[in-house]
Structure formats: structure tokens, C-alpha cells
């Protein structure tokens, strides 16, 4: 069964872009959320999609959104790029929701200039 | 919301001592809690998790935690570790109605020397 995957692998913008990042789940998973990892806050939740539509949401402002297609892979949107949004966003699935074994992919590292 | 502190952000140990990684929560309602680990050049993947039942829980690769309520803690333990359990250790934690998602600590950095 092939894992989650995210594309790109990585990513160079310059502030005021916007930027568009991929998750395919595992086959099967309705489930995809989304983190941001940095060196200095750590993995922090962003969102978390079920069935095509936006079950949580975490503490980022509205320039961070999502969607989910009716195959289960998502999309993540950053726009009006800023410095600080430089960082490792990875993507989870699993089966039902985040209270379940999740299986992350490699994340896309995000550069911003 | 909730939030999640590891005491700990870097560990080093030699093979065969005892590990206790630190975790401790503040949200005072019901919670679900995990361990995940990310090994180098691996992802993250869940060591274990507590929901109900028996505070003490076991995992993949003999790790185990323990749930004190009173405490808001959620610690994990090895026995015995071995070179290969080098590693990053998230504490996350979800409330039960899930609304904030999964909340996760800064990590901790385990070094184990051979």
C-alpha cells in the first residue's frame, strides 16, 4: 500500500507569493490534516479535512486554507507569503479523523525570501 | 486551547539505562494522548496512544506510558533502550470533542550512545 505523499518536496518563494502544496492520503483514508513544523514552535496543527470539508481548524490566519477533493487528496494554500511561513508542512491520513493512528508523509519544505 | 510541554528537548543516554520522557498537558477536560516518534530520515509514526481504560499503556518496540490524571501527565518509559530508539518523541494531545485538532509538544531529542 503505498504511503501518503506530498508534493513538492521542496519549495523557494519570495514574500507576497502564494503557494500551493499537495497531499495524496493512503488509499481508503477520508481523513487528511495538515502541520506546520518549525525549528522554534514545533508541529502545530493547521486543519484537518473529512469527506471534502474542513472539520478543525488551528490558530493560523485566514492566508493558510485547504480543500479536499472527492478522492481524498488536499490541497494547502498559503497566500500573501511572509518570512515566518518558512517551514516543514506536513500532511496526515488516516481512516476517520485525527484521534486515530495517523500516517504523516515526508512534508514539503518551504522556503520563503 | 490546549498546550503541551515536554520538559525535555534533548536526552542523552547509553544503551541498556532507563528512559522517562516527560509530558504534561493543561487542558483539564477529557483527553486522548499519544507518543509519536520520528526516527532519522523516517516519518513520523505513533508509538502509542491512551484513550480510556488502564492508565498504563503499551507501544511499539517495548515503550510505555503512563496516564496520571491528577498529574495531567502522560510519561514515557523504556526499560532498557537501545542505540536504534535514537530518535524525535512528540507528546500530542486531543481534547475529546477534537475541536482545537491534535496538539503536539516541541519535541524531544533522544540520543543514545553505543
Known amino acids: 500500500k503505498a504511503g501518503v505523499t506530498q508534493t513538492p518536496r521542496y519549495l523557494i518563494k519570495t514574500r507576497g507569493q502564494q503557494v500551493t502544496l499537495s497531499c495524496s492520503p493512503i488509499?481508503?483514508?477520508?481523513?487528511v490534516s495538515w502541520y506546520q513544523q518549525t525549528p522554534g514552535q514545533g508541529l502545530q496543527f493547521l486543519f484537518e479535512y473529512f469527506s471534502e470539508t474542513q472539520r478543525n481548524k488551528g490558530n493560523f490566519p485566514g492566508r493558510f486554507s485547504g480543500r479536499q477533493f472527492s478522492n481524498s487528496r488536499s490541497e494547502m494554500n498559503v497566500s500573501t507569503l511572509e518570512l515566518g511561513d518558512s517551514a516543514l508542512y506536513l500532511c496526515a491520513s488516516s481512516l476517520q479523523g485525527t484521534n486515530e493512528k495517523l500516517f504523516f508523509g515526508s512534508g514539503t519544505q518551504l522556503s520563503v525570501l | 486551547a490546549q498546550s503541551v510541554s515536554q520538559h525535555n528537548h534533548h536526552v542523552i543516554l547509553s544503551e541498556a539505562a532507563s528512559l522517562e520522557l516527560g509530558c504534561n498537558y493543561s487542558y483539564g477536560g477529557t483527553v486522548n494522548l499519544f507518543w509519536y516518534v520520528q526516527y532519522p530520515g523516517q516519518h513520523l509514526q505513533l508509538l502509542l496512544k491512551?484513550?480510556?481504560?488502564?492508565?498504563l499503556v503499551k507501544g511499539i518496540k517495548g515503550f510505555e506510558a503512563e496516564f496520571i490524571k491528577s498529574k495531567f501527565s502522560f510519561n514515557l518509559r523504556k526499560p532498557s533502550v537501545q542505540w536504534s530508539d535514537t530518535a524525535e518523541y512528540f507528546c500530542?494531545?486531543?481534547?475529546?470533542?477534537?475541536?482545537?485538532?491534535?496538539?503536539f509538544g516541541k519535541g524531544t531529542h533522544l540520543i543514545i550512545q553505543p
Open positions: 491512551y484513550f480510556s481504560g488502564d492508565p
Open positions: 488509499s481508503g483514508h477520508r481523513s
Open positions: 500530542a494531545v486531543m481534547t475529546r470533542g477534537g475541536a482545537d485538532g491534535l496538539t
